[in-house]
């Protein structure tokens, strides 16, 4: 079945940037390419929320607490979904994992995201 690994995270100052990387294995790159493909975040006690999302042909949405600051965007070639994040804010701390919009695959063990000063 496919696997998702996710990277790139770390701890960073607000107002720093980081980009996220999250490659699917075990996957085709023509069925990958086919796929709408998002990011989702779960701070602690909360639930995994989603954060931004990216069709198959390229179309990007946001949610509203992330819009302008963080840009979605995607290597079918290399099977890779990407998330740009600047101007972070200490509430951005969170786990980040990659997904289809419908969830259709196993979750990767995500990535940490911490900021703070």
């Known amino acids: 079945q496919v696997q998702l690994v996710e990277s790139g995270g770390g701890w960073v100052q607000p107002g720093g940037p980081l980009r996220l990387s999250c490659v699917a294995s075990?996957?085709?790159?023509?069925?990958?390419?086919?796929?709408?493909t998002a990011w989702y975040r779960q701070a602690p006690g909360k639930q995994r929320e989603l954060v931004s999302s990216?069709?198959?042909?390229?179309?990007?949405s946001y949610s509203d607490s992330v819009k302008g600051r963080f840009t979605i965007s995607r290597d079918n070639a290399k099977n890779t979904v990407y998330l740009q994040m600047d101007s972070l804010k200490p509430e951005d701390t969170a786990v980040y994992y990659c997904?289809?919009?419908?969830?259709?695959?196993?979750w990767g063990q995500g990535t940490q995201v911490t900021v703070s000063s």
């Open positions: 997904n289809t919009v419908l969830k259709t695959w196993p």
């Open positions: 075990r996957v085709s790159r023509v069925i990958f390419s086919r796929y709408h």
């Open positions: 990216i069709t198959a042909d390229g179309t990007t």
